[in-house]
């Protein structure tokens, strides 16, 4: 069995601040580090003990794409986040002004989607019963 696990995701936003706030607001995550970046850039580490999502901007406004990712080579389709009680974030994250779509249950779990205001898609999942 491998001890690996993932870290982190490095995502490229337009107002790392509000990213974080977003993330706490919707999974509770905190800040563990803010700082100068590449290219004279801004990151804000938001997550938990042991994961989190790098959310950085450069030093100019980032260009959007109207690209689909799942069409993009490379491109990042989705991140996934497993919370416990999936009704409460999604009113959590209905109550912010998003959308959610693409419901599902399955097993071992259900799930559903939303983009935040980068476009970025989060599936939130839960295996609670």
């Known amino acids: 069995m491998s001890s690996a696990f993932l870290e982190h995701v490095n995502v490229t936003v337009s107002d790392p601040e509000a990213t974080a706030k977003r993330l706490d607001d919707w999974f ?33 406004a980032p260009q ?13 389709n989705h991140v996934a986040v497993v919370v416990e009680d999936i009704d409460a974030t999604e009113q959590r994250i209905k109550a912010g002004g998003y959308k959610t ?19 970025i898609e989060f599936e939130v999942v839960s295996y609670a019963d």
């Not at 959007?64 to 990042?76: M, W």
């Not at 779509?101 to 476009?119: L, S």
């Open 101 to 119: 779509h693409n419901h599902g249950d399955y097993e071992p779990g259900r799930r559903f989607y939303f983009d935040d205001d980068d476009g």
């Open 28 to 60: 509770g995550w905190k800040i563990r580090w803010k700082g100068a970046s590449l290219g004279g850039g801004t990151t804000y580490h938001i997550g938990n003990d042991t994961s989190y999502i790098a959310a950085y901007r450069p030093a100019d």
């Open 64 to 76: 959007r794409s109207n690209a689909v990712s799942y069409h993009t080579h490379g491109g990042l």
